[in-house]
Every structure is written in structure tokens, then in C-alpha cells.
């Protein structure tokens, strides 16, 4: 444990954790905008700046890659704080003037205007990497990356193409502070053909990694609910079986045996095509089908199969 001190409070933090997360533990809140608890400390946007007193040194330091240390002072407010802050969100007001999180911190900090000279006018990504980070870390696909440098630095698929590795899993856009990652899911899209437009069905369009990629329906709803080709990649990660998502999560209901009308004879059992189902002995000696939560699919197979009609699915209103 280390025992440190956060605007004169004495604290005892772990080691493993970051000042921000040790001053938030603490109800202390310090600004950020690219730091989210499930990724890797990063340290883009400079925003929960704080000053450090170690060993007769002051320094200012972003709080979210900083470690706990023993024996660490830290003002989270201090009037070289606040300066720093005001100096990061002037610039990022300059470089996204319209982005309604930039302007309300900047509002919080009094900063109404940005220096004109560096205003521009349509930008809307604060490069904090969010996006990207969670793309690799989290869903592990890799399928955006930042390109160029300096003033030129974006975020983009491999050569502004279409991202080919990307799931459309929207993981990128719900990260995004600023809101600039458009998910769209169209219900009757269509493609260009040499004899004209075609419907092509459901579609989930993520505009800015010009990707586009064909729904699954769901069996039970008939609802369109995730791109194939990302339940494809997870099916191929779990080793699950082919059916395993022709379901919707939100249909998926695990049926319930009626033991009184059970004769386990195993039809369903053999038919279930994921294999959720097997025959248990009970107190009495009788066989019964038992079908397992866990790796029940809600496709409702063995509902048709059984000959008994023990099986049934309890309907929601
Ligand atoms: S939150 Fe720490 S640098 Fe962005």
C-alpha cells in the first residue's frame, strides 16, 4: 500500500492503481476524455493534469498514467491545475469549437472563445484514441488506427478504405466522447447492380470506417439484431455452434420441462442443435430431460420435437 496525500487529505492508495483512479476512489473528481476504466492508460488529452510534490520536486502530470506512490503530495486544483486545463481546453476548443463536451468544459473553466488564428471549423474528433484503443483492446480487431501526424493526424480504416476487419460492433462509437462515429442500421438498404438499385435487406452502415455489413434476423422476432459477420467472428472465438445466435439476446428465452409430463425418452435431446439438453435421474429413479441454461440458444427445437408437449417456453406479456 501506498500512502500519499491528495489536496492535504492523507490517503493509502494499492500500487497498481493511477492517481485518477485513486482520487476518484476518494470522491475526488478530476476532468478527463480519454480515459476509460476498461483500457490501458493512454494519456492523449492532458485534461486531468494534476501537480505532483515528490522529493522537493513539482511537476505537473496527467493523473491517469500516473502511479500511486508512496510518499506523493497532489493538488488536483492547484492554480497551475487549473492554468494547464484552461490551456488544453483552449486548444481543443480551437480544434472542435462545435463539439458540445469540449465547450462545456471549456464553459466550466471560463473559456468562452478559442484563439481565432487556430479555430477551425469542422472538426469534430479530439484524437483522444478512444475509439481506436477500444477497437484493439477490447474487441480486439484492430480495424482502425490513427494516420498522418501533426496538424494532419486522423483517425481512419486502412487507407480511408473500407475496414475490412471491422465487426461493426459499434464499440468505437459508443467510447466516443465527441459523438462523431456515425452507426446507422438500415432496414432496407440497397446496392448498385448493371441493371439498376437492389434491395439487399437489413444493413448496419458505420460511415466513417466505410463499412457496411448484412444483418442477422432474428427466428423468433423476425428483428434484424447484429451483423453476421460479427456474430461469424465471435462463433469462431467461442467455438459455438452455427445456431447459436439465430436467436436474438433479447428472445432468448431457455424453455422449461414439465417433469410431470416427461417420459425422458430423449427425443429432444437428440434434435436440441447445440447439445443444451441431457437426461438426469431423479429421486424416484425416473428419467427426465433437463435442458442447461447456460447453453441453451432460445431456438425452441426441442418445443417441436418433444411428442409430449413437456416442453414449453413461458411467454413474457
Ligand atoms: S484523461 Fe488523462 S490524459 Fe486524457
Not at 502511479?67 to 488536483?76: C, F, I, K, R, Y
Not at 484552461?86 to 480551437?94: D, G, H, P, R, T
Not at 479555430?119 to 484514441?129: A, F, S, V
Request: glycine share 8%; charged share 25%.
Amino acid at each position: 500500500m501506498a500512502d500519499l496525500i491528495i489536496n492535504g487529505k492523507k490517503i493509502k492508495a494499492k500500487e497498481d492503481r493511477t492517481l485518477l483512479q485513486v482520487a476518484r476512489d476518494n470522491g475526488i473528481d478530476i476532468p478527463t476524455l480519454c480515459s476509460k476504466d476498461a483500457l490501458e492508460p493512454y494519456g492523449a488529452c492532458r485534461l486531468c493534469v494534476v501537480e505532483i510534490r515528490k522529493g522537493g520536486m513539482v511537476s505537473l502530470e496527467s493523473s491517469c498514467t500516473y502511479p500511486a506512490e508512496n510518499g506523493l503530495e497532489v493538488s488536483t486544483d492547484s492554480s497551475a491545475v487549473i492554468k494547464a486545463r484552461k490551456f488544453v481546453l483552449e486548444l481543443l476548443l480551437a480544434r472542435c469549437p462545435n463539439v458540445k463536451i469540449v465547450k462545456e468544459l471549456a464553459a466550466e473553466y471560463g473559456i468562452e472563445k478559442p484563439p481565432e488564428h487556430l479555430t477551425q471549423e469542422n472538426e469534430y474528433c479530439i484524437l483522444c484514441g478512444l475509439c481506436v484503443r477500444a477497437c484493439n483492446e477490447v474487441v480486439k480487431a484492430g480495424a482502425i488506427g490513427f494516420s498522418g501526424s501533426g496538424k494532419n493526424k486522423q483517425v481512419e480504416s486502412p487507407f480511408g478504405l473500407e475496414a475490412q476487419d471491422c465487426i461493426g460492433c459499434g464499440t468505437c462509437a459508443f467510447v466516443c466522447p465527441t459523438g462523431i462515429i456515425k452507426v446507422r442500421d438500415i432496414e432496407k438498404a440497397t446496392e448498385k447492380t448493371p441493371d439498376g438499385e437492389v434491395e439487399i435487406g437489413p444493413e448496419r452502415m458505420i460511415e466513417n470506417w466505410n463499412r457496411s455489413l448484412k444483418m442477422q434476423t432474428c427466428i423468433v422476432s423476425g428483428n434484424p439484431f447484429a451483423p453476421e459477420f460479427m456474430l461469424k467472428r465471435f462463433r469462431e472465438q467461442l467455438s459455438l455452434p452455427n445456431q447459436f445466435f439465430n436467436v436474438s439476446p433479447s428472445y432468448r428465452q431457455c424453455p422449461s420441462v414439465d417433469e410431470d409430463l416427461c417420459i425422458g425418452c430423449g427425443e429432444c435431446l437428440d434434435e436440441c442443435p447445440i447439445g443444451a439438453i441431457r437426461l438426469i435421474e431423479k429421486e424416484d429413479s425416473e428419467i427426465r430431460s433437463n435442458i442447461m441454461s447456460t447453453h441453451c440458444c432460445g431456438c425452441r427445437t426441442c418445443t417441436v420435437y418433444c411428442v409430449r408437449a413437456a416442453i414449453k417456453v413461458q411467454e413474457t406479456a
